[in-house]
């Protein structure tokens, strides 16, 4: 099993930026495929960006340009830099960690969970 501790959300105005960090520990060789997720109130939960073994990344249309994500892999952290914030990027934030690649925007399958932190936009 692996565990995985988002930080970094807050509240930010739209224009504004922010960075997310997630900490995986445990069993971290199944961490090949780590992404961020996003679910907004009322809305089902969206893949935002994930990165691989490889360092190969990935992002969902909405927030090419505007999102980075990487990964300290000597730290086994997570990070998403974000950058001008729309009001639509508000939600909880979810880290995922899997072995297993997926399609956009599954990003990873089979995945464990973060429990999450939350990012608000103001306009």
């Known amino acids: 099993q692996v565990a995985l501790v988002e930080s970094g959300g807050g509240s930010v105005q739209a224009g504004g930026s922010l960075t997310l960090s997630c900490v995986a520990s445990g069993y971290t060789a199944t961490t090949y495929c780590m992404a961020w997720f996003r679910q907004a109130p009322g809305k089902s939960r969206e893949g935002v960006a994930a990165?691989?073994?490889?360092?190969?990344?990935r992002y969902v249309d909405s927030v090419t340009g505007r999102f980075t994500i990487s990964k300290d892999f000597a730290k086994n952290t997570l990070y998403l830099q974000m950058s001008s914030l729309k009001a639509e990027d508000a939600g909880t934030y979810y880290c995922a960690a899997s072995q297993y690649v997926a399609a956009v925007p599954r990003f990873c399958e089979k995945n464990s969970w973060g429990q999450g932190t939350q990012v608000t936009v103001s306009l």
């Open positions: 990165i691989d073994g490889d360092g190969v990344t």
